[in-house]
């Protein structure tokens, strides 16, 4: 079992920047850490996603050059540094883990992101 627990969600204005945490506990040797998010009115997506080996990193398109993801050298806490953020990327921001990057086992219960115009 894994227990993943976000913070640093809240309310920003378009263009500002924001870090993102999550804390793992549990059995989280070799797996993958990463962040999907929910708009309202449209489907979870993916975000970004990192290795227990800080090797191996994806991102959806849109992030691109201005969201990264880091996981701390213990491996049981994953980042995700927003900037230059979008009124679109106002979502629930859920932070994730499993064997394969994309599809995660096990999902935390999610922090609010909100970005004003």
């Known amino acids: 079992q894994v227990q993943l627990v976000e913070s640093g969600g809240g309310t920003v204005q378009a263009g500002d920047s924001l870090r993102l945490s999550c804390a793992a506990s549990?059995?989280?040797?070799?797996?993958?850490l990463g962040w999907f998010r929910q708009a309202p009115g449209k489907v979870r997506e993916f975000v970004a996603g990192?290795?227990?080996?800080?090797?191996?990193?994806d991102s959806t398109d849109s992030v691109k050059g201005r969201f990264t993801i880091s996981r701390a050298y213990s491996g049981n806490t994953v980042y995700l540094q927003m900037n230059g953020l979008k009124p679109e990327a106002t979502a629930v921001y859920y932070c994730?883990?499993?064997?394969?990057?994309?599809?995660?086992?096990?999902w935390g219960q999610g922090t609010q992101v909100t970005v004003s115009f």
């Open positions: 994730t883990a499993g064997l394969n990057i994309r599809t995660p086992e096990y």
């Open positions: 549990g059995r989280t040797f070799n797996y993958f």
């Open positions: 990192i290795s227990w080996t800080n090797i191996t990193t």
